[in-house]
């Protein structure tokens, strides 16, 4: 199974491809669509669906995972983030991708355990999950593929991968999360 997670940005777009089989989850690919000010929105939004176009292209993702969009006092980039994610769905549906979309706190449970982890949390954690030596470039990247990870282990495919304390919710969920703590210390940092 190969899911492209991507976290859309009027500015900076990330992506980020993970296959999931018996022997669990495989970074294939990542990345940063920069775009320019200087460009027209419209040419952004045009520049963005071609990159992804040719990152579907290349890795054949069978799925599209992206975050809600979140509620943003500034009215005018809400519109925009809602432009690109338009976008990036009509892309999805032209290639006949099965499409999730996940709120963000939801990214965040899935992989950290905690629906208020803060960016380098989930960073580290995409980290040890992905097996990814050295430091992602941005944390655009690290967000789409904790997207992508979240959607495997949402739908149940990737689940067999992580220790259930890992996605399990509610109460039960910080038991086995403090379980999971206890039993893993070599993936906590303090």
Known sequence: ??????????????????????????LLGCGVIRLHRRKSYFERIGEIYRELDSVIGGYAPV????????LNK????????????????????????????????EVKAAVTGRGAASKEQVAFMVTRMLKITGNPATHDVTDAL?????????????????????????????????QFVQSNPGMVVR
């Open 1 to 26: 199974m190969v899911v492209l997670g991507v976290d859309p940005g009027s500015l900076h777009t990330g992506y980020g491809v993970i296959r999931y089989d018996n022997a669990g989850f495989h």
């Open 63 to 70: 799925r599209l995972a992206l975050e809600t969009v979140f």
């Open 74 to 105: 500034n009215v005018q980039s809400a519109l925009k983030l809602g432009q690109v994610r338009g976008a990036v769905i009509a892309l999805a549906m032209n290639h006949r991708l099965e499409l999730s979309e996940y709120a963000p706190r």
């Open 146 to 178: 904790a997207i992508a990870l979240c959607d495997l282990l949402k739908t149940g495919m990737g689940s067999a991968a992580v220790p259930q304390s890992v996605v399990s919710s509610g109460s039960a969920g910080k038991k086995n999360w403090a």
